[in-house]
């Protein structure tokens, strides 16, 4: 699996040495936890990635503020919608903006950094959320666990943002069904997607790899209406086991993903994928799958290998 990137990102990870915990009072910038630094922040504004509650505004023994937004989130995990509530703690603050109990949104400024901001996370216990769509292994602290929180990237996969469907075939009869039942009369193309329905992981076995994609006008407004990205998509995998009402499913994949495959993943063998549905060609008799990315092993077994290591150190 490797992680795609359609823009610029604005972070850069590393481990970092910083303070963190809920006893980040007695600690000083010698202290090592999992940190994203946010490059280049320095004499600049932190703002929140996140909508929360300023559970805490503390110093450390730098003299350095960390401010704690207690903040939750949602997931898919062995087909079951859950919810993760944590921590997400800002680091070497110089100035704060807000006050404890305020509620803030993504984006709110929380103050001045000096020297680069850092942020981590904390959850009072290990679960299925940060063990995936962490890069790191957390560390234990007073109690709690710290993780980088790499999900707070939008370039980052968030894998457990996608539902677990069991037949991508049935899915798709599915989905071509909603859309007649809408009584829209087909034209050229219909963008139809509805993000919590739509976005799914599902298992398939490549015969081929990707081959050069078909420029339609279809997914020229496929990618802008949904991505805002013209040019997202490279190359595609036609699904030819069966149709869905006379309409091919095809895969889309972004950039490199062809040179990826070939190099991770063998052909005829088990392979996720992380897609969303999108868009019914009309013209071209084709049902777009637009993947974001894909993997060789189940979340499942993700969660239980790195679980593993926790328990057999």
Same mark, same amino acid.
């Given at each position: ?43 600049? =504004?932190? =703002? ?5 509650? $300023?559970?805490?505004?503390?110093? *450390? ?33 110089? #100035? ?17 950094? !000096?020297? !680069?901001?850092?942020?981590?996370? %904390? ?15 957390? @560390? ?12 707070? =990237? ?12 069991? %037949? ?22 219909? $963008? ?15 015969? !081929?790899?990707?081959?050069? @994609?078909? /420029? ?20 595609? %995998? ?27 993943? #063998? ?32 979340? !499942? #077994? $993700?969660?239980?290998? /790195?679980? *593993? ?5």
């Amino acid at each position: 699996m490797k992680i795609k990137i359609i823009k610029l990102t604005i972070f850069f990870f590393f481990f970092t040495s910083v303070s963190h915990s809920q006893n980040l009072e007695l600690t000083d910038s010698g202290f090592n936890l999992p940190s994203l630094i946010y490059q280049n922040s320095r004499n600049n =504004n932190i =703002n929140s990635d996140v909508d929360g509650i $300023v559970s805490k505004i503390i110093k *450390n023994k730098d003299d350095k503020y960390l401010v704690f937004i207690k903040t939750k989130t949602s997931y898919f995990y062995k087909n079951n919608l859950s919810v993760e509530n944590y921590d997400l703690i800002y680091g070497n603050i110089e #100035k704060v903006y807000i006050k404890e109990n305020d509620k803030i949104n993504y984006g709110t400024a929380i103050g001045l950094c !000096e020297p !680069e901001c850092f942020v981590t996370s %904390s959850f009072e216990k290990l679960s299925p959320f940060p063990i995936r769509l962490s890069q790191r292994k957390a @560390i234990k602290f007073d109690n709690y666990y710290f993780f980088t929180p790499d999900w707070i =990237n939008k370039y980052n996969t968030n894998f457990l943002s996608f539902r677990s469907i069991s %037949s991508l075939q049935n899915f798709l009869n599915d989905y071509f069904n909603r859309w007649k039942d809408e009584n829209d009369d087909p034209s050229d193309f219909t $963008v139809f997607h509805t993000n919590s329905i739509d976005r799914i992981r599902f298992q398939i076995n490549l015969s !081929e790899y990707p081959k050069e @994609i078909l /420029r339609t006008e279809g997914l020229f407004h496929t990618e802008h209406q949904i991505y805002s990205t013209p040019d997202l998509f490279f190359t595609e %995998s036609i699904i030819t086991k069966y149709k869905i009402q006379g309409y091919s499913p095809v895969i889309f994949w972004q950039k490199n993903y062809d040179t990826y495959l070939k190099e991770e993943y #063998k052909l005829n063998s088990p392979l996720f994928v992380y897609a969303s549905v999108t868009t019914i060609d009309h013209i071209n008799k084709r049902i777009y799958i637009c993947a974001r990315d894909f993997t060789q092993s189940d979340d !499942e #077994k $993700v969660v239980n290998d /790195r679980l *593993n290591q926790y328990q057999n150190p």
